[in-house]
């Protein structure tokens, strides 16, 4: 079956932009988690959805980041007057229900220019 | 502060030896532990977990061994392949679903 997606692979943007990263998590999972890896360290948790509510958004760095699921499937994080820090891999991952393993999508890299 | 540390940042390995690969963690209220296994250009893929009412999870080459009072846990890969060479990362929850992830190792496994 499909496994997690995530669009777009690449964005490139100028700093002050706001960009939109797509995930599109395994059908019927309800858990969905996103990530942001930087170079040479391990994924660094954002948030945590449990159907369409945020359970968990403690990870989120500051108010510039949000992540919205409407519908309890895709989810979508948003990032406000993008800053070159912000560059990363963003990763997604969902899970059938919180406590279960996570899939992971192959990432979105962000590149602030 | 790094909660779950992997001190090792690559190992390299002789094909159908041991890899060890370790990771410690600073946070007691942990209770569950995962390794995920990354290639290149992909996300990571779980490869074992183990629960902290248990010592040790063994499935097929990998075995997790969980040493709570050391706060350390160690993924065994016997024998090792080719195919295992990749960046592994230990990761731990607390009693949650937010989980934190270690820096990764890097395994070379020399054919």
């Known amino acids: 079956g499909a496994g997690v997606s995530q669009t777009p692979s690449n964005k490139v943007t100028e700093k002050g932009k706001y960009v939109e990263l797509r995930c599109d998590p395994i059908?019927?999972?309800?858990?969905l988690y996103w990530y942001r890896q930087s170079l040479g360290q391990g994924p660094e948790f954002l948030i945590y959805?449990?159907?369409?509510?945020?359970?968990?958004d403690s990870g989120l760095p500051n108010d510039r980041f949000f992540a919205v699921r409407p519908e309890g499937s895709v989810s979508t994080l948003k990032i406000q007057r993008t800053e070159r820090g912000d560059s990363a891999v963003y990763l997604c991952a969902s899970s059938p229900e919180g406590r279960d393993t996570q899939y992971f999508g192959p990432g979105t890299r962000l590149t602030v220019l | 502060d790094q909660q779950v540390k992997q001190n090792s940042p690559s190992l390299s390995v002789q094909e159908g030896r041991i890899s060890i690969l370790n990771c410690d963690y600073t946070?007691?209220?942990?209770?569950?532990f995962l390794w995920y296994k990354k290639y290149p250009a992909e996300g990571p893929t779980f490869l074992i977990s183990i629960s902290s009412i248990k010592d040790k999870n063994e499935d097929g080459r990998f075995t997790v061994f969980l040493n709570k009072s050391a706060k350390h846990l160690s993924l065994h890969i016997v024998p090792s392949q080719p195919g295992d060479s990749a960046v592994y990362f230990c990761a731990a929850s607390e009693g949650g679903f937010k989980t934190i992830f270690g820096a990764g190792t890097r395994l070379f496994v020399k054919a």
């Open positions: 059908s019927g999972h309800t858990a």
């Open positions: 959805f449990q159907g369409t509510g945020a359970a968990d």
């Open positions: 946070n007691s209220m942990f209770d569950y």
